[in-house]
């Protein structure tokens, strides 16, 4: 992270910002949206969904230094559409069912 940049970000944003580097790490190419709220992590895939996804308290970050639970968060998102966790697969993606509001149809209960 750029070291100027990171000095102007809050504390959340920078907690935000590490976890989004993290998860595009992990799983190239999708489009993860990151905030902080209220001391949680919130991780969407906006590929798939700005609704659904993982919220990840700050306090269980503090005793996580690799982010093994983002990376099983992200992972977890992933095979609820059945996406390859290599990296993203535009056409892969595009043949998503859809619900009417956009959002991709994944298992709920997986």
């Known amino acids: 992270m750029n070291q100027t940049i990171n000095q102007s ?45 993982f919220d990840i308290s700050l306090e269980t970050l503090k005793t996580d230094p690799l982010m093994k639970k983002v990376i ?14 290599a990296g993203a697969d535009a056409d892969q993606i595009n043949a998503l069912p859809r619900w009417t509001t956009g959002e991709a149809k994944g298992e709920s209960d997986a």
Not at 77 to 84: D, H, T, V
């Open 9 to 53: 970000m809050t504390h959340e944003q920078q907690q935000a910002a590490r976890v989004g580097e993290v998860l595009w790490k992990a799983y190239p190419g999708y489009r993860w949206a990151v905030t902080v709220v209220g001391g949680l992590v919130r991780i969407r895939n906006l590929d798939l969904s700005g609704r659904w996804g």
């Open 72 to 85: 099983m968060a992200g992972g977890e998102i992933l095979e609820r559409y059945r996406l390859a966790r």
